[in-house]
C-alpha cells in the first residue's frame, strides 16, 4: 500500500475505536437501574478479560508448556494479590526460562 | 491548598502509579505489535500516532495485518468494530461507575480512555473512579505503548523470539491480577471466570466455532457468559431506589 492509503487506513481506526467507546458513554446517562442489566454489566469485565486470556497464553509462547505454567503460576500470583506488575512479571520469567532451557 | 486540588494531586499520583506497571507490559506487546506494523510498511513516526490514538491490541492488530493484506478500508471498518465491540460493553459498564453529576465532557474523556487494563483498574476504584485517575493512567500508559509500537518498528527483527514471546504473555498477566482478587471475593464472580475459561478453551477447539475470528468469539462467549451470569445470580441492588 501506498502511504496515503496507510495514512487512510490508520485515520479510519482510530476514529471507529474512538466512536466505540464514547458512544455508550453518550447514550447512557446516569445510572441504569434495572437488575439484569447492572448485573451485566458487572460480571462483563471479568469475562471478557478471562476469555482474552485463556486459551490465548498458551498459543502465544513458543511451547504450551511455558504458558500453560506461566497461566498456572499467575493464577496462583494473582489470587494471593501480588498486584499488576509483580504478576506479569511473573509470567514473563516463567515463559522465558522454559522456552530457554527445557 | 483547596482540598479539591489535594484531592486531585492525590488521584494523579495514584493513577500515574497503578499506570505503570500497565505501561510497561503495554510498551512489550507494543513492541510485538511494532514489528508487524513494520512488515504493513508503517514508519515509526505513524505507528506512533496510530497506537497513541487507537490503543487497541488486537484493533491496531488486526489493522496492520489487514494494511498488510491491501485489504478494502470498509474491512478495516468493520474489522474494528468487531474486534473492538467488547469496548463498547466496557463503556457501558464504566458509566455506571462515574459519580452522579460529572459533567458531559469528563464522561466522552473517560470513556475513550478505556482499554482492556485501564477500565480493569478504574471499575476497581469505590464508590466511583475519579476522571483525574483515569486519565494519569491512561496518559502514562499510552505513551509507552505509543513508543513501545515505534520501537518495534524501528528494533523488533533484532530481538530473538524467545524474548518476544516471553515479553507477549506480560499482558494475559495483568489480565489474571485483575480479575483473580475479585473472584476471590466474590464467589460468583468466580464460577463467571472458571467458565469463561473452559468454554473458551472449548470453543479454540470446537467445529465451526473455532474458525471465527478470536475477536468474534471473545464477544460471543462475553454475551453469552455475563448474561446466564447476571440470570442465574443477579447482584444485590445496593442502592434500591432507581
Redesign the interface.
Known sequence: ?DNR??????L???I???L???????L?K????N???????????????????????I????TPL??TI??II??I???R?????????????I??LI??FC | MHPETVMRRKEIMQGFR?G???A??YF?VAFSLGIIAKQ???SAV?GF??SF????SA??YG?YT??AA?AA?AE??AM??VV?????????????KIA?GTSWLH??L???C?T??I???S?ARQPYCPPAYTYSAALISTLFWASGCAAGIVAGGMLP???V????????????????????SDR??LY??V???V???LC?VAPVVSGWS?GT??IV??IL???V???L???K?V?AH?
Do not use: H
Open positions: 500500500m492509503s496507510i495514512i487512510i487506513c490508520i479510519l481506526g482510530i471507529t475505536t474512538n466505540i467507546r464514547v458512544v455508550p458513554m453518550l447512557i446516569g445510572q441504569i437501574s437488575r439484569f442489566v447492572r448485573s451485566f454489566l458487572y460480571y462483563v469485565p471479568y469475562v471478557t478479560l478471562a476469555v482474552m486470556t485463556f486459551p490465548s497464553i498459543q502465544t509462547t513458543l511455558s504458558g506461566a497461566l499467575g493464577i500470583a494473582a489470587w494479590r501480588l498486584g499488576l506488575f509483580p504478576v506479569a512479571a511473573i509470567c514473563c520469567a515463559v522465558y522456552d530457554s | 497503578d505503570i506497571p500497565i510497561l507490559g512489550a504493513a510498511g508503517l505513524i500516532v496510530s490514538f487507537t490503543r487497541a484493533g491496531e489493522v489487514l494494511v491491501q478500508y478495516i471498518v474494528c468494530l473492538n465491540l467488547r469496548y463498547m460493553l466496557m463503556s457501558a459498564a464504566l458509566s455506571q452522579p464522561r466522552v473517560m470513556a475513550s478505556v482492556d487494563e477500565f480493569g483498574i471499575i523470539a524467545n524474548i514471546a516471553a515479553l507477549s504473555v506480560a499482558l494475559y498477566g495483568m489480565f489474571l491480577a485483575i480479575i483473580m482478587p475479585p473472584a476471590r460468583n464472580v463467571a471466570v467458565a469463561s475459561f468454554l473458551s478453551g479454540a478470536s468469539r471473545t462467549l462475553t457468559i455475563s448474561a451470569a447476571a440470570w445470580k443477579p447482584i441492588s442502592e432507581g
